[in-house]
């Protein structure tokens, strides 16, 4: 098959992309801006001019910001670790780093839900040590939905990142310490930079995958609202479906813009790719 003919193979995929995933999404973001056959952008003002909306919408941000960090910072060091071994012990940290995306998500937030609780695991051990009086106000707040989704996709950067880590030459670190260089300092001036476009994809797919959950934010959060479970408020409980398809669209918005940072971000930190 000639190489231009090659092309037509992607034909299929690309269009159940666009008939189910691009024309619903443009539908969607249409729809906010002619809710009753004339343009308006007043949906939009209604929300960002709200404290409330606001307040949720930050919280959601520093939610998914805060989790896409704990993942770089834990996975970051297991990924190296796991990239350093034989095949065979690789592919076993592999399975291992895996086997929790294999777990409903509702079960895992059930089992942070009783550890968290105030009657918990966590509570009654601190209290049995003799370092907490009254039991921890934990759950039902935005740090046990940042506990419950680091959990959640804290395997997504470890694997993304061991792809990356391995690729790296062991020899470049050796040679950066026969210049002089320290290990923590070769570590940091070759690994790290050579690993950002690993940070870079990990980092995005955490935070989008943060800023759109529902389920663990639902159990975990409670009355916490972040943007997921509010769009689910004003679509099924107040019967809103044009406020929900705004909430949908900023929801998208933000996506877009994050990518598109994270992006700049990379070619700045890495401008040869």
């Not at 694997?159 to 880590?165: A, F, P, S």
């Not at 050579?194 to 980092?203: A, M, T, Y």
Request: charged share 10%; net charge positive; aromatic share 10%.
């Amino acid at each position: 098959m000639k190489k231009k003919y090659t092309y037509l193979l992607l034909l299929p995929g690309l269009l159940f992309l666009a008939v189910f995933m691009l024309m619903p999404i443009l539908l969607t973001i249409g729809s906010t801006f002619f809710p009753e056959g004339s343009f308006t952008l007043g949906g939009y003002m209604q929300f960002f001019k709200d404290p409330y909306f606001l307040k949720i919408l930050l919280t959601t941000l520093r939610v998914s910001l805060v989790t896409t960090a704990m993942c770089v910072i834990v996975g970051f060091p297991v990924a190296y670790y796991i990239s350093r071994q034989s095949p065979r012990t690789k592919a076993v940290l592999l399975a291992l780093a895996i086997f929790p995306l294999l777990t409903s998500p509702v079960v895992r937030s059930f089992s942070w839900m009783i550890i968290l609780g105030k009657n918990g695991l966590l509570n009654r051990s601190l209290s049995a040590l003799g370092m907490i009086d009254q039991p921890l106000e934990i759950l039902y707040t935005p740090a046990a939905m940042m506990i419950g989704m680091v959990h959640l996709f804290l395997p997504l950067i470890v694997i993304t990142l061991v792809g990356v880590l391995e690729n790296i030459d062991p020899d470049l670190l050796k040679a950066a310490e026969s210049l002089g260089a320290s290990r923590l300092k070769a570590f940091f001036r070759v690994v790290v930079p050579l690993s950002v476009p690993g940070l870079i994809v990990g980092s995005i797919l955490v935070f989008v995958g943060s800023l759109t959950a529902y389920t663990t934010p639902a159990l975990l959060g409670g009355k916490q609202l972040v943007v997921s479970t509010f769009l689910y408020q004003n679509a099924i409980t107040l019967n809103d479906w044009y406020s929900a398809s705004v909430i949908a669209a900023i929801m998208i918005v933000v996506t877009l813009a994050v990518i598109v940072l994270m992006n700049a971000v990379a070619n700045k930190l890495n401008p040869k790719g």
